[in-house]
């Protein structure tokens, strides 16, 4: 399984909006790693989100981009959500080929650490608002264990996105 996990795009400030939509510079960020990744072929079956509505913004970004129909909100992917709790019901063996994740720090922190280290309070990815962190099977990784079982691919933060239109 291919799994990508995807902090929302830089969002206006609560005193300005509650609901905290991504800013037009978050847009353009995600708007431009979505592209990246579309043009180098990534392609993703299912995007789930937090239901904030700046993840929900980021995560229609990127499925349109990169041509995925399946957009959906998913409870346990708030910011101190149970990482092991949401990755046992999202990464099974019944899930889609390619996954991706979209929602906030320190979840996303905190889920990739158990995916790769086996330990949630381990550092293994910089995240970034509107980076797109690529996950994928370990060599060796641990026979049926879900934790410690996935390594970093690859990680495009918004930086090396920038200008890039497809």
């Not at 981009?65 to 019944?94: F, K």
């Not at 991706?100 to 995240?127: K, S």
């Amino acid at each position: 399984m291919d799994l990508y996990l995807m902090q929302h795009g830089e969002a206006v400030p609560g005193d300005v909006d509650p609901q905290r939509p991504l800013s037009e510079h978050g847009r353009q960020s995600v708007a431009a790693v979505a592209g990246r990744a579309s043009a180098a072929g990534v392609r993703i079956d299912r995007v789930v989100h937090s239901g904030k509505l700046r993840a929900e913004q980021t995560a229609r970004i990127l499925a349109e981009a990169v041509y995925c129909t399946d957009v959906s909100a998913h409870s346990g992917l708030s910011p101190r959500d149970d990482v092991q709790e949401a990755a046992a019901r999202l990464v099974r063996a019944d899930a889609p080929t390619s996954l991706a994740i979209v929602g906030h720090l320190p979840f996303l922190d905190r889920l990739a650490a158990w995916l790769v280290a086996g330990n949630p309070d381990a550092h293994v990815v910089a995240f970034h608002n509107g980076g797109l962190v690529h996950l994928v099977p370990a060599a060796g990784g641990a026979d049926g264990e879900l934790g410690g079982s996935l390594a970093v691919s690859w990680v495009l933060v918004p930086e090396l996105a920038a200008g890039f239109s497809a």
